[in-house]
């Protein structure tokens, strides 16, 4: 039996997608580079600092950026992201999302939080789950984004579990391979074309059944 979860956020918990788009749209016109939403599939998972690199490598007739200039435009892009997701509230969890962590709950395997960004736990606060939570992961806890397992062994070494009885839950490219180098289970939530290597895979959040994962997983 499996001893510890591990849920991403963004795409998983709740879809904060959508406003980390908005908001590097929003720079990115500002420096005169466009974008569109297919690209930001490549943005997700990734950190903040990385995912500037990967916009500004968009347009390369750009001056090279100093370290400085760069902290600059990614807390620009931040302010912008705050002033999104103000809103957020318990409504924007994804469906099946509080079900699973209930059933989770029930089953006494802990839980933790294994994000990239830095808002996840004012996120979680706003969408009143916190409490499921016995491990909040964050980027302020790794130095290695996704897709380097730190991110996931760091959960598990702070609850003292053993790899192999973790499962990760991810919708990004870059987490499921972060959990699979991690030697985790790895569920993935999305389409074939992008998690084709997850363990176990399901089309949406809604099909994240407690009892379903733990079968796959003992398989
Ligand atoms: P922040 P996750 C990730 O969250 C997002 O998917 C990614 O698009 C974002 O750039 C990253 O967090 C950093 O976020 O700027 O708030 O620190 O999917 O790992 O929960
Ligand atoms: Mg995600």
């Known amino acids: 039996y499996p001893k510890l979860f591990i849920y991403d956020l963004d795409g998983v918990i709740t879809d904060t997608a959508e406003f980390h ?3 590097w749209q929003k720079l990115a016109e500002e420096l005169g580079i466009s974008f569109d939403r297919q690209f930001n599939e490549q943005l997700k998972g990734i950190n903040r600092m990385d995912s500037l690199d990967r916009i500004l490598e968009l347009d390369p007739s750009l001056p090279a950026f100093s370290f ?27 469906p099946g999302i509080e079900t699973l962590l209930k059933a989770n709950k029930d089953s006494n ?99 994240l059944i407690f009892e379903n994962i733990i079968e796959q997983y003992q398989k």
């Open 21 to 23: 788009f908005l908001a």
């Open 68 to 94: 400085e200039e760069k902290e600059k435009l990614a807390t620009r892009k931040n302010e912008y992201y705050l002033e999104l997701i103000e809103s957020v509230n318990p409504s924007h969890i994804l």
């Open 109 to 207: 395997v802990k839980i933790a939080l294994g994000s990239a960004s830095k808002n996840a736990p004012a996120i979680l606060d706003k969408l009143g789950l916190t409490g499921y939570f016995d491990y909040l992961v964050d980027a302020s806890k790794v130095e290695k984004g996704k897709p380097d397992p730190e991110t996931f062994t760091t959960a598990a070494d702070a609850l003292e579990i053993a790899y192999p009885d973790c499962i990760g839950i991810e919708d990004s490219a870059a987490g499921v391979e972060a959990i699979n180098k991690a030697n985790m289970f790895s569920v993935g939530v999305g389409d074939a074309a992008h998690l084709s290597h997850a363990h176990y895979l399901v089309e949406d959040t809604s099909a």
